[in-house]
């Protein structure tokens, strides 16, 4: 037998509606049998008020040797009816119907009148009676036979109750075709997706077709779908970028390697071949690191060791590495401002000397490389300003993707792989920041916000 968890919502909202339906009729057909029998000692009760009344008059009004005339012609017609009068002392005095009344209302001062006692004789029958004493002291005992009663009452359930049964039935089959119809759209978005395929991730569901419980089913689906075409999109231009990337050096590689050993050359030769072949693999090195490192920030597989960090003190070092380079090129160099993180030192080092390289590279002869740090509103930003060649704007947003080309102008040159402004964009995000760049009137600026912390 399958467990429930494991059967079809179709089935469960059956059952559902079967037993919701069943538990409703069947306080319905409880409540409605109570008050059948409260409508029952209702009657029985005013009946036998009247006729203890009857009995009272008759016995004010008629002497002893009357009475039994006098209630006899009044009591005639009642089937089931039976009256008993004792006198004060417990003396029988009149009788009509054999019933056995017991003995409790047989007690002088007993008042029954308004709390009717039931009971049941030794053949089974039920009776329901009351009594009281009356003037003169005389004690009065008046009941009457449920026999019909109890046949109408259990006709009535019989018949009741095999009506709940069968509306039960009823309302389980309708739930079943209520929940089918109902369900039918779930049906149509398995349908859908199921048309989804890697060469069809562009495809959507139409969430207005659907209803509102499903509408936002669709809708999460569609965001599902966008974010899988979007990894699948950056997992074929990632192979295709690297392939492009690898196949330039291996193929100098191979080639000059061929060249080399097509004839006998020099102990010299070979070891420029040599020299030249470990530039290329170095550079191969470097480019595969980068992508490894790239593929853990993507995957949030990179956890910074977070520490206080003075931004000034760390820009300052890495400015120093530059100070021959810009003397020899006439680049002017400056740094302004105060700023102070919890991040990684090596991660934050490594993403400012990336931003500082690439103003290095595209910086012109006698040009300006600025740097201002400023912390406001609790965010650290770390600006890098260079003269030059302005971007355009098409290129701007995709300059932190790997091995993105701009115009010839801004291209990397050969000690890049182009991929130093990714993986700075990657660390910058690892720390909860982001990093943006914008270029007008000869100037590019790039900028690295993060959390900052109180010097």
């Known amino acids: ?46 009946l036998l008020v009247g006729k203890f009344e009857l009995v009272g008059h008759a016995l004010w009004e008629h002497s002893q040797s009357a009475l039994s005339d006098r209630l006899d012609a009044a009591l005639v017609g009642h089937h089931g009816l039976a009256v008993a009068i004792w006198d004060a002392s417990g003396k029988p005095i009149y009788s009509h119907g054999s019933v056995d009344f017991p003995s409790i209302m047989k007690v002088p001062g007993t008042d029954l009148r308004t ?65 089918r119809g109902g369900l039918s759209p779930l049906r149509e978005i398995c349908r859908d997706t199921a048309g989804i395929t890697a060469d069809h991730l562009d495809r959507r569901l139409t969430a207005e077709d659907f209803p509102i419980e499903l509408a936002e ?3 999460t689906l569609n965001e599902m779908l966008g974010r899988l075409e979007a990894s699948f999109r950056r997992l074929s231009e990632f192979s295709s970028d690297l392939a492009h990337e690898l196949r330039t050096p291996v193929s100098n590689l191979l080639t000059q390697t061929q060249v080399t050993l097509s004839k006998t050359r020099t102990a010299e030769e070979y070891r420029e071949v040599l020299v030249s072949n470990s530039e290329e693999f170095e550079r191969l090195s470097r480019t595969i690191a980068d992508m490894l490192f790239l593929a853990k920030a993507e995957n949030d597989l990179v ?110 040159d050969s000690e890049g792989a182009g991929l130093g402004l990714a993986i700075t964009r990657s660390i ?26 109180q010097q």
């Open 115 to 179: 709390h009717p006692k039931l009971w049941r004789n030794e053949d089974g029958q039920l009776f329901r009676g009351i009594s009281g004493t009356v003037t003169g002291g005389a004690i009065v005992a008046v009941s009457t036979e449920l026999q019909v009663h109890e046949h109408f009452m259990h006709s009535f359930n019989k018949t009741f109750w095999g009506l709940v049964a069968l509306a039960a039935i009823a309302s389980g089959l309708f739930g079943w075709l209520a929940a």
């Open 428 to 453: 910058l995000r690892a720390h909860g920041g982001n990093a943006t760049v914008r270029s007008e009137d000869g100037l590019t600026t790039f900028e690295l916000r993060l959390p900052s912390i």
């Open 303 to 412: 956890v910074p060791e977070l520490g206080p960090l003075n931004l000034r003190e760390e820009t300052d070092d890495l400015l120093e590495f530059y100070e021959a380079l810009a003397d020899e090129r006439g680049v002017t160099l400056s740094i302004k401002g105060e700023a102070s993180v919890a991040g990684d030192r090596l991660m934050l080092r490594r993403a400012i000397g990336n931003l500082l390289s690439n103003a290095f590279r595209h910086t012109p002869r006698s040009g300006v490389i600025a740097v201002l740090l400023t912390n406001v509103d609790g965010m650290a930003t770390i600006s890098i300003s260079n003269t030059g060649q302005t971007i355009s704007p098409e290129h701007l947003p995709r300059l932190f993707d790997r091995f993105y080309r701009a115009d010839p102008s801004r291209q990397r």
């Open 1 to 46: 037998m399958k467990p429930l968890g494991k059967k079809s919502i179709t089935l469960r909202l059956t059952l559902l509606f079967t037993v919701v339906s069943a538990l409703v009729l069947t306080t319905l057909g409880l409540a409605v049998g109570a008050l059948v029998e409260r409508h029952f000692e209702e009657m029985d009760t005013e």
């Open 217 to 219: 089913v669709a809708r």
